[in-house]
């Protein structure tokens, strides 16, 4: 993976340098997306994309480029870097200029972008356990931001319990993962917090609810307790990486066990379906 993107140019990771004065690199002000790359072809590009473009949207960043424009960039690194199985990541941030907290319009973004292969982020091969946390985030979790830190330190807690994933809760109403949505099963209905700017709207998360429409599964978007957490039949996450885990143990705030049900196999099979023929279109 010996090059990487900056700006409309691929060039070797070894010759990248980011400027000083990069807004990324002072407040974290830009956006991201990351993609998962089956045998050579972006899967659900398109919506990642316009995902990306709303994020910019959102924190008034003038993307400048067009969705034809990136969608060739992003080909182009997956081609250079010989890219079969794993993620393209890419960034933007607002533009380079001297430190000062009021941002100016109408400057040129920075993007920024880089290839990995499959190797450290590759769909866990049983149910994971997690470790649940108060969420300590700011309030449009919405935004897919590189600003992270509330993220970042909770997978660190998680990690430090023997964790896969942290979940997070905001005064006993459960939100989201650290990286990942979440959903319950209860009485064959399944049950995840709604897009609102509390959670991000995950890409796979989008997918899972379209398949379980199409598998006859009622889904209900709306926020769950703690409490119905613990009573679900039930439990698992999604993600880019993740795609569709089961969970069988949380800890942290509160104490449960579950196990791998048949709703949870339904959507992984479906979603690996989906995935199949997207990448033979």
Known sequence: ???VLYQDE????EDAKIDFDDR???????IYEVMRIYEGIP??????????????KKLDIDATYTK???????????????????IVYLQMTRNISPRTHLYERNRHPVLTGFTSSIEGMSKPSSPIDVWMTPDIRWLRCDIKTI????NVLAKRLAADHNCTEALQHRDGTVTEGSSSNLFIVKDNRIYTHPATNLILNGITRQIVITLAKQLDIPVVEEPFTL???????EVFATSTSLEVTSIKKIMGDIEANFHHGEITKKLEVAYTERVEIEIRK
Request: net charge negative; glycine share 12%.
């Open 147 to 150: 600003n992270l830190l509330g």
């Open 43 to 56: 899967f659900a590009l398109d919506e990642h994309l316009e995902r990306f473009f709303t994020s910019a």
């Open 68 to 86: 034809e424009g990136l969608i060739t960039l992003i080909k182009k690194l997956i081609d250079k870097n010989k890219l079969i199985n794993g």
């Open 10 to 13: 691929l060039i070797k990771k």
């Open 227 to 233: 409490a119905e957490l613990r009573e679900a039949d």
């Open 24 to 30: 990324g690199y002072y407040f974290g002000d830009g």
């Open 1 to 3: 993976m010996g090059y």
